[in-house]
Nanobody, 121 residues
Framework: QVQLVESGGGLVQAGGSLRLSCAAS????????MSWYRQAPGKQRELVAI???????DYADSVKGRFTISRDNAKNTVYLQMNSLKPEDTGVYSC???????????????WGQGTQVTVSS
């Protein structure tokens, strides 16, 4: 069984920074894609940032230039550095990974429980 544990959320003033972490544990043979999603109150969940196995990255237009996604493969951990935060960045941030967790080589998807980020104006 694979578990994802997120940390780093909290309350911050506009213009501030936060760093989110998501650590995967359990039987993991390899992690392909790692990503962060967020869901604001009353809105649909959206993809914020994604990083592939070769550390190629992509971002939502709304966070480009402000957020940076990175990964530590030795620790099975993905990070999201969030700078110049805005009130519209407020929401529950969840990590998602695609990983090989059985000897068959099949890839499975896993979600974290989510961490609240609140940006005050």
């Amino acid at each position: 069984q694979v578990q994802l544990v997120e940390s780093g959320g909290g309350l911050v003033q506009a213009g501030g920074s936060l760093r989110l972490s998501c650590a995967a544990s359990g039987t993991i043979f390899g992690i392909n894609v790692m990503s962060w999603y967020r869901q604001a109150p009353g809105k649909q969940r959206e993809l914020v940032a994604i990083i592939d196995a070769n550390s190629g990255t992509d971002y939502a237009d709304s966070v480009k230039g402000r957020f940076t996604i990175s990964r530590d493969n030795a620790k099975n951990t993905v990070y999201l550095q969030m700078n110049s935060l805005k009130p519209e960045d407020t929401g529950v941030y969840s990590c998602w990974i695609q990983a090989q967790t059985t000897v068959s080589g099949r890839l499975y998807q896993y979600w974290g429980q989510g961490t609240q980020v609140t940006v005050s104006s």
